[in-house]
């Protein structure tokens, strides 16, 4: 009897608990998952500039041959980065996708479709595309490499374990965008011809802040790891503000190879 | 309860203070005397410093309050328009304590205008010896520089003698003075030709805590009355000794806290900033004046303008250029 | 087992998993994180910057001028000695950073978050519980007085009551009424702090830095005693810097390095992508010193190609580098 009546009672609150839960949350229906468009926790479209106030004399201006101080380069990487021609200064390899958003840029970022963000430079004109849809087969190597993107969302508060439960309230708002780039041809990480492998990996975090004065930020957390040029990771945060329009967009080509 | 106005001290001051033009002090009278501040909308605001050493801050200068045992001692007294305030708030700190002693650090009215108010709501005890309340209902013991005295007693340039309730009762005119109370040692170092030529500093040796007047403040560059014998140099005399005085925790910072005359509770480090600043443009003034610079041309030099965004002012008693000015004027320019 | 047993078993198993826990943060900030300084900003974060360097920074013409007449002999004072990175700079610093919390025993909750960098043993409060900022007219403090709260997964800090400080260590200055904000994000085993820097002084508009931390793989944090002495003898009372008709530092930076002394001045302007249109128009000096300053390769001498010291700023946008000085 004793056993039954705390059954009882334990159910209740369990009823309970998941009425006030619901309550907070509204239930999501059936049907097919929302896009990653549609589900985006964060908005990152938009036209932005970078605003360069970190390693200045590398971003701004092209370094000379031989300055690269506390770069994690390999014995490798660094032949090659003091056989660098300064003839080739401007060349497309400084814009690759390993050292892209380092670079002083405007960026525009839009929605190709449903499953694919794109980011636009006008600083050496590149278009990258992050793919969200599963099962797509990889590009071909390329300057800009294979981008697959993640939404990386706000874990809830009661949700301790991290688990799922299928049916369940929706996470709370905010997140961060996780994009894994292969595929790369290789290219410089530096102006100043400082180089990157074919065989780079490149993990970046796209994180959304206000600014105290209303203005927008975007900040990106970017991963280097290049077996054949680096001997350890190398990790940068860029950051940008949201422009108005895209009124200052400038477009300036690269020099091809 | 009154809503919290604050008050530049400034304003208040050179409505007390005009100070005629003579040959050395040509700084406040050229400043029309602008309106009294709202006393009945300022609010007294307490912060307990270290120890039972506290700050109260209301219209004019800083107020500092000692409590313990033996009573309460207070250095400065604000404007007597504040007095009862003042002295209610002290009271809810002390829990009624008898206030003993009662320090001037120099001759100001933002910082001795209550003296005759505290001086008749305390009880005095003879020379720091707890036998007994020999001097009866005499009211506080009032200690200043005898150069405070002595201005307090005559007509001194506009301001009119002070009432004798209000005047000290003990001075001394040497380096220093000292008096043992709560526990601890209280010296009264003075400080000459700084802000004044009656500046004391009072130094609480156990508490860790030194006020200083308006020796240093945090809120404008120095106030230098030229009319009464401040001069530049003595300031910068005056902050290093404070930064003598002082002992950082660690890492500078804590340890011997200061209540500027003006301004927010500080310590060394912020003694230091100050310091700094105030003997960089000493420099610089005193450098153009060797290259034969005029005043006029010292001013448009901006030997201020990397600081003015902090410390300067274009309006009121002590503006920017009035500040030069005096720089320049107790260097020896003419 | 009875079946109302076993529908208890079943019932307490869910409690543990569906019961809402106290408000907690969302994300774990707590343990040992070494900050990246190789891979960004080397220069500055570690030996030091320049002396004269403030591209791309949103300074004021003051905090122009306090730098060009501050000298590094200021820092020989036993007064200046033993002071800390405030907060506004430390987390840019090389030492090791320590986060730890500090819950109520009872309820639990979060009271605050406590860091602690090695160098000069910067330790900072983050008060997680709600607590007001304090008067203004109470004491300042190099860490300043910093308040906290979760946004998702990010933890957003606010701080005021700081000392006067410093923008970059080169004689760059912060005034006591600078206010900062930061968050920290953290992905994998990757910290990201995003600081944003306000002074109405010395700061033209909000300054922006975003730098990294790893989590470091053993937790170890030395002391970092200070005592100071003098060092330098010196008249009583003297305060080192130049004067203001001195030879501004950025003229001898911009020499070394092929950076126009205009750039090297900074401003809002210098930050921004379009500046790199404006730096071919600048008068450049002509170079003179080492440009590596000893930490990396010597540079390639003229005649060799030169070292590539030009203004190709981005593509297209400036003389082509290779040429010489690049002018």
């Known amino acids: 009897m004793k056993t039954r009546s705390a059954v009882v009672a334990i159910a209740a609150l369990v009823l309970t608990w998941t009425a006030q839960t619901a309550a907070q949350f509204p239930p999501r229906g059936g049907g097919p998952p929302p896009t990653a468009k549609a589900s985006a926790p964060i908005d990152l479209t938009g036209v932005w500039v970078s605003i360069v106030n970190e390693d200045w004399r590398w971003r701004m201006i092209t370094a000379p041959r031989g300055d690269f101080p506390g770069l994690p380069l390999s014995p490798a990487g660094r032949e090659v980065a003091m056989a660098w021609d300064p003839k080739t200064d401007g060349s497309c390899k400084a814009f690759g996708a390993a050292a892209l958003l380092r670079m002083p840029t405007r960026v525009r970022i839009s929605w190709a479709d449903d499953s694919t963000l794109k980011i636009e430079t006008d600083n050496g004109q590149q278009t990258r595309l992050l793919h969200f849809a599963a099962g797509r087969r990889p590009a071909a190597p390329s300057l800009q490499g294979d981008s697959v993107a993640e939404w990386q969302r706000t874990l809830p508060p009661n949700n301790p374990f991290g688990i799922n439960f299928p049916g369940g309230p929706p996470p709370p708002p905010g997140g961060s965008l996780s994009v894994v780039t292969t595929n790369l041809t290789g290219g410089w990480l530096r102006r100043n011809g400082v180089p990157y492998s074919a065989r780079t990996t490149v993990t970046e975090y796209f994180d959304r802040f206000p600014g105290p004065d209303g203005s927008e930020w975007f900040v990106v957390t970017t991963q280097v790891i290049d077996p054949e040029y680096l001997l350890g990771r190398l990790v940068t945060s860029s950051h940008f503000r949201r422009e108005p329009d895209a009124s200052k967009w400038t477009p300036k080509p690269c020099k091809s190879a | 309860m009154p809503a919290r106005v604050f008050v530049h001290p400034r304003v208040a001051l050179v409505a007390a203070t005009m100070v005629a033009a003579v040959v050395a002090g040509v700084v406040a009278a050229q400043q029309a005397p602008p309106q009294q501040p709202n006393f009945d909308a300022v609010t007294v605001r307490s912060f307990r410093v270290q120890d039972n050493v506290y700050m109260l801050a209301g219209a004019g200068g800083n107020v500092t309050v000692q409590i313990g045992n033996d009573g309460v001692l207070v250095v400065d007294t604000q404007f007597a328009q504040m007095a009862e305030k003042l002295l209610a708030e002290i009271a809810r700190l002390s829990g009624n304590q008898p206030i003993r002693y009662v320090i001037d650090t120099h001759v100001h009215p933002d910082h001795v205008g209550g003296n005759e108010r505290f001086r008749r709501a305390g009880r005095a005890i003879v020379a720091g010896n707890v036998a007994g309340d020999v001097r009866g209902n005499e009211g506080a013991t009032l200690i200043a520089h005898e150069t405070v005295a002595a201005r307090m007693s005559r007509q001194d340039g506009a301001t009119p003698p002070a009432p004798a309730g209000a005047l000290p009762t003990d001075t001394f005119f040497g380096e220093r003075d000292e008096v043992f109370f709560n526990g601890e040692a209280v010296r009264l170092i003075h400080q000459p030709a700084a802000h004044t030529d009656g500046d004391m500093l009072v130094f609480f040796r156990r508490s860790d805590v030194i006020a200083t007047g308006d020796v240093y403040v945090n809120t404008s560059y120095p106030v230098i009355d030229t009319a009464r014998g401040g001069t530049i140099n003595g300031i910068i005399a005056g902050l290093n000794r404070i930064i003598d005085i002082t002992v950082p925790r660690d890492k500078q910072e804590g340890g011997t806290m200061v209540i500027p005359g003006h301004g927010r509770i500080a310590d060394e480090a912020d003694v230091v900033e100050y310091r700094d600043m105030v003997t960089i443009v000493r420099d610089r003034v005193q450098e153009m004046m060797k290259k034969g610079m005029t005043l006029a041309q010292i001013k448009a030099a901006g030997p201020t303008s990397d600081y003015d965004g902090r410390y300067g002012a274009t309006s009121g008693f002590w503006t920017t250029d009035t500040f030069v000015e005096a720089v320049y004027r107790t260097l020896g320019g003419k | ?327």
């Open chain 3, 1 to 327: 087992m009875s079946n109302y047993r076993r529908a208890g078993l079943v019932l307490a198993a869910a409690i543990v998993l569906l019961v809402p826990q106290p408000a907690s943060a969302q994300v774990n900030l707590v343990g040992y994180w070494n900050p990246l300084v190789a891979d960004e900003d080397f220069i500055e974060r570690v030996p030091g910057p320049n002396v004269g360097d403030y591209a791309g920074l949103p300074i004021t013409d003051a905090a122009r001028k306090r730098a060009n007449t501050w000298d590094a002999g200021l820092l020989t004072l036993p007064e200046h000695q033993c002071k800390p990175h405030p907060s506004t700079y430390g987390f840019r610093g090389v030492g090791v950073l320590r986060i730890w919390e500090e819950r109520n025993p009872q309820t639990q909750q979060l009271v605050r978050l406590k860091t602690h960098i090695q160098w000069q043993e910067q330790e900072r409060d983050i008060w997680m519980d709600g607590r007001p900022e304090p008067s203004e007219l109470e004491a300042h403090s190099w860490q300043g007085f910093s308040t906290g709260r979760f946004e998702g997964n990010v933890l957003v800090v606010r701080t005021t009551h700081l000392k006067a400080g410093w923008i970059r260590r080169n004689g760059l200055p912060l005034s006591d009424r600078a206010t900062m904000t930061e968050r920290f994000l953290r992905h994998g085993d990757l910290l990201t702090h995003v600081m944003i820097l306000e002074d109405p002084v010395y700061l033209s508009e909000p300054l922006v830095k975003t730098n990294g931390f790893a989590v470091a793989p053993t937790g170890t944090m030395e002391p970092y005693p200070c005592r100071p002495a003098v060092e330098v003898p010196r008249e009583a009372g003297e305060v080192p810097h130049h004067g203001i008709d001195d030879v501004p530092p950025t003229r001898e930076f911009g020499q070394r390095h092929g950076i126009p002394e205009e750039a090297a001045a900074g401003g809002a302007a210098t930050a921004l992508p379009e500046y790199m249109s404006t730096l071919p128009s600048l008068p450049l000096a002509e170079p003179k010193g080492d440009p590596n300053e000893g930490f990396g390769p010597p540079p390639v001498p003229a005649g060799r190609g030169g070292g590539g010291r030009g203004r190709g700023a981005g593509a297209g946008a400036g003389p082509a580098a290779g040429t010489g000085r690049g002018r």
